[in-house]
């Protein structure tokens, strides 16, 4: 859609005041560019440290054998990878970009709750700081799986409640940021935006902040049951009171289903915005590509048993769980074939955020073929909990919500920054990443095939070749993000040059934000800008 | 922001706020909701009750079933817990005891629960024990030892694709926790 801004420089808009001085400004800051940026950065950081982690996996797994770890270390690093990654780098990521560019695209002066936004950043910080400090107890940090399922997780030592608590405030955290996201979209909308006017990445963080207020409370309240088993003589998971650790697995799935789809449908929302921009044409259906990403969110709660297909369920549910499962594949279809008619016969140029988002339909389509190997039940007996699984969700983690991000770090860096990132050492980051994501991710659906199950710190002979190749592919995905890093410090330090308003090629006519000056202003459309409805775009 | 947006968004967001806390107790309804979907649907039957009586089945004389028998204990409980046969051939309808024993490996008294597991889980409803130490909480005094008779019986309705029936007890250590 196009847009006709009002004059920003308002010269009589006294109450209108520039940030904080010093680091006070980070820390009361109430402005949404200055907590998506927190946030943002936050995310980066996790990510490096639950890389990390997953670098100490892929060295103990280089070769059979115990090398560097013990086993129940390794399984500490296999739960913290994961619980740091989910919690700590992909979801508060999509919220950075959802506090930065939201109000952007909507015409919005700030997010609608800034002060509980601040609170939801900070309360962030606390429960990873939390969570981190288990690695310290006495009897080492959670290392049953991200899952916590018990039994076994009621064995940790010290760290079991400070766990749970993190996983409490983490959660917390996460449903205050939803409603904040709720109401701005709701409430603060320019004159003129209606919802089917909206960017479709402000449709799909609507949908999955829907999603975070539905799952968050199941998932506190499930561990909360394991926190009473533990210490108050509850008996919910607990065969010898009557409880049953399967109840555990249905609850956590009810949560965890529509968990991954938290992570996945804002990474389409910006894959979304930035395909048609490099095409240079309107995104191809987007009334489907919303309704696509409800049917989604729909089915994401009416499925969870297909993580539990081997615990022993009736033969009914099992062929339930299976065609529901399969029924995802068509919304999702849906929208690869938008983005490919997207693509097909635009004026496409090949800068880095669309070769990422280019590199997201392909891998992330295989992500997606995998699954629906595993949605069926009789074969998944073999593919569970074996290394194919390993493979099939990161394919839909790494090369899809984490290429994206990295898409949206580029695309957007010279809107926030005001300057021109260095295409080169960019395009080398993504042909480094895309090749070696490869290299890690693929042999693991061998491993898994072959029938390497997961979470184990040594196996057996057979598996040795392919792990040393994933191992490596590991090392190099690892080391080459810090190109990443390197170029987002040189872009605020001034880049390749300054870049006008629009930056890339008539986005101004996609989306509102490439409205505004480069950079933004540290306060965006205080006065509504004024919406002028034209054909789709 | 004007006093009018305001408003409208705390209502809003107190509005979330309670949708929120409802989801929360929707976890824990969850609860009931699992155990009434396992009874209508015959899963996973946790402590089935004992036939009243002794009833009387016509006996399979021309069938045998085998029937498997599984003792261990969970993590740490004090307890040494075998049984005197492995496995034995059944015919279907015929009522058969079989000693279980248990010893307090401990100068102190031990309680403990039994928890039962039958495997296929779908045989479960045709396999029916009329007399079994699971049924109540066990007290074991210092370094006791206990033999624990099992009756059960064969429902001759079994369908013919079950040859094997697997009995699995497992003891849990209830010594601190017995409101249940």
């Excluded at chain 1, 491993?447 to 994933?470: C, E, H, K, T």
Aim: glycine share 6%.
């Amino acid at each position: 859609m196009s847009a006709v801004v009002a004059e920003h420089d308002d010269h009589h808009d006294h109450h209108d005041h520039g940030p904080e001085k010093g680091i006070l400004r980070w820390i009361i800051t109430t402005n949404h560019k200055d907590i998506g940026t927190l946030y943002l950065v936050f995310a980066l950081i996790m990510f490096f440290v639950g890389g990390t982690m997953a670098l100490i996996i892929r060295s103990e797994l280089f070769e059979p054998g115990l090398q560097f770890v013990d086993p129940n270390f390794f399984n500490s690093m296999t739960t913290m990878h994961a619980l740091v990654m989910v919690f700590g780098a992909v979801m508060p990521a999509f919220v950075g970009l959802a506090n930065w560019m939201i109000p952007m695209m909507i015409g919005a002066p700030d997010m609608a709750l800034p002060r509980m936004n601040n609170m939801s950043f900070w309360m962030l910080v606390a429960g990873v700081l939390l969570l981190a400090s288990t690695l310290f107890m006495e009897g080492g940090a959670p290392a049953a799986g991200w899952t916590l399922y018990p039994p076994l997780v009621l064995q940790t030592g010290k760290a079991f409640p400070f766990a749970i608590f993190s996983v409490h405030m983490l959660g917390i955290s996460s449903i205050m940021g939803a409603i904040n996201v709720i109401a701005t979209i709701f409430n603060m909308r320019a004159p003129g935006m209606t919802l089917m006017k909206m960017p479709l990445f402000v449709w799909t963080w609507l949908i999955t902040a829907f999603l975070l207020i539905a799952i968050m409370p199941v998932f506190a309240g499930a561990v909360t049951m394991l926190l009473t088993d533990r210490f108050f003589d509850t008996s919910f998971f607990d065969a010898a009171g009557g409880g049953d650790p399967v109840l555990y697995q249905h609850i956590f799935w009810f949560f965890g289903h529509p968990e991954v789809y938290v992570m996945i449908l804002p990474t389409f929302g910006v894959a979304s915005t930035i395909i048609p921009v490099f095409a240079r044409k309107p995104l191809f259906g987007y009334a489907s590509m919303v309704y696509a990403t409800g049917a989604i969110a729909f089915l994401s709660f009416i499925v969870w048993a297909h993580h539990m297909f081997t615990v022993g369920l009736p033969v009914a549910g099992e062929l339930y769980f299976m065609y529901a499962t399969m029924l995802i594949a068509i919304p999702t279809g849906v929208k690869v074939f938008n983005w490919t008619a997207t693509m097909w016969k635009g004026s496409m140029t090949f800068e880095t955020p669309m070769l990422f988002s280019i590199a997201f339909v392909v891998l992330f389509t295989m992500g997606g073929f995998t699954g629906l190997m595993m949605s069926v039940a009789p074969s998944d007996f073999q593919y569970h909990d074996t290394y194919f699984i390993v493979a099939h969700f990161h394919y839909t983690l790494v090369p899809a919500s984490i290429f994206i991000l990295m898409a949206a770090g580029y695309y957007w860096l010279p809107k926030w920054t005001g300057n021109m990132y260095n295409e080169k050492i960019g395009q080398l980051h993504f042909w480094l990443s895309a090749i070696s994501v490869n290299i890690l991710f693929f042999p693991q659906h061998f491993l898994g095939l072959a029938g390497m199950p997961r979470r184990i710190p040594d196996y057996a002979i057979q598996f040795a070749d392919w792990n040393m190749v994933s191992s490596i592919g590991a090392f190099i995905y690892g080391f080459s993000q810090l190109l990443f890093v390197y170029i987002v410090i040189d872009t605020i330090r001034g880049g390749t040059g300054k870049v006008t308003a629009e930056v890339w090629e008539d986005a101004g006519k996609h989306s509102l934000e490439w409205t505004v000056p480069s950079p933004a202003p540290y306060h965006t459309f205080t006065t509504p800008p004024e919406i002028i409805p034209t054909e789709h775009f | 922001m004007s006093d009018e947006l305001k408003r409208k968004n705390t209502t809003l967001a107190k509005k979330l706020v309670i949708v929120a806390l409802l989801m929360f107790g929707f976890g824990y309804a969850l609860v009931p909701i699992y155990d009434v979907l396992c009874d209508i649907t015959g899963q996973n039957a946790k402590l089935k009750e004992a036939v009243e009586a002794d009833q009387a089945f016509a006996v399979d004389e021309g069938r045998e079933v085998s029937v498997e028998f599984v003792t261990s204990v969970n993590e740490s409980t004090p307890l040494d817990f075998r049984v005197e046969t492995r496995s034995m051939k059944v015919h279907p309808g015929q009522y058969y005891t079989v000693n279980f024993y248990a010893k307090n490996n401990l100068p102190q008294q031990v309680k403990a629960q039994a928890i039962p597991s039958i495997t296929p889980g779908l045989a479960e409803e045709f396999f029916k024990k009329v007399q079994c130490f699971c049924f109540e909480l066990q007290t074991f005094e210092a370094n006791e030892e206990k033999t624990m008779p099992v009756r059960f019986v064969v429902n001759p309705k079994l369908p013919e694709r079950y040859k094997t029936i697997t009995l699995s007890y497992t003891f849990f250590d209830r010594t601190n926790n017995t409101e249940n």
